[in-house]
């Protein structure tokens, strides 16, 4: 069964600071796809990133920038000089790879709550 | 671009009401989740359809059932309402093959 940890339930940190929120996974399938989301506090699921297994490059997306190490099997994301407005709630989550069928359910970890002050 | 559409967004229900939720993927996505949020809690997957049929089933209880119809669209009935029920129910859509899911805003369900 697929499993996804994220041991950090709260992390409060000041404004502009650096931060980065574990993910540990674990899955016995070969082909998976790894995934972040963050929920503000209106409720909403936001998409942010998706990682296949069979790609390790890691990303940089603005101030946001992802680690995949499958050695680890970690993801881990990397907020550069935070904003109060990424205060929310962010959730990785895991989907194991179907072949021919259209079933990718996902998986989240119990998510970290980030409280960025000003 | 067009979304996906659930409603309604808020519902307020009693204990043992029925409820129905609605849920319009975004067009030509012939596949929709569902899950369930609870306060202070990860979502966790209810149930699948995919071309109509369902496809997996997680921790949905049996006073629920869902279905898509013809035109994609798809529904989770809840019976016998229960206080521990109140949640946030996502629904999330995508095309066939793909493990991308678009989720919809979500429906506040609190039963009372």
């Known amino acids: ?118 | 671009a067009a979304g996906v559409i659930q409603s309604p967004r808020h519902l307020i229900k009693e204990k043992r009401e029925t409820a129905t939720l609605k849920c319009y993927p975004i067009p030509r996505h012939d596949t929709v989740y569902w899950y369930q949020q609870g306060p202070g809690q990860d979502p966790q997957f209810l149930i699948s359809f995919y071309e109509k049929m369902q496809s997996d089933k997680g921790s949905i209880p049996d006073r629920f059932s869902a279905q898509q119809f013809s035109d994609y669209h798809s529904e989770l009935n809840m019976s016998s309402l229960e206080l521990g029920d109140s949640a946030l129910y996502f629904c999330a859509s995508s095309p066939a093959g793909t493990p991308e899911q678009y989720f919809g805003p979500g429906t506040r369900l609190t039963v009372t």
């Open chain 1, 1 to 118: 069964a697929q499993k996804v940890t994220q041991a950090q339930t709260e992390i409060s940190v000041v404004e502009k600071e650096d931060v980065t929120l574990d993910c540990v996974y674990e899955t016995r399938d070969t082909t998976y796809y790894l995934f972040w989301y963050k929920q503000p506090p209106s409720g909403e699921l936001v998409f942010l990133i998706r990682r296949n297994s069979f790609d390790e490059q890691n990303e940089i997306s603005g101030r946001y920038s992802w680690n995949f190490q499958k050695s680890t099997s970690s993801f881990n994301f990397t907020i550069t000089a935070s904003q109060v407005v990424d205060s929310a709630v962010y959730f990785c989550a895991l989907s194991e790879g179907r072949r021919g069928g259209s079933n990718y359910k996902l998986t989240f970890g119990k998510g970290t709550l980030l409280t960025v002050n000003p």
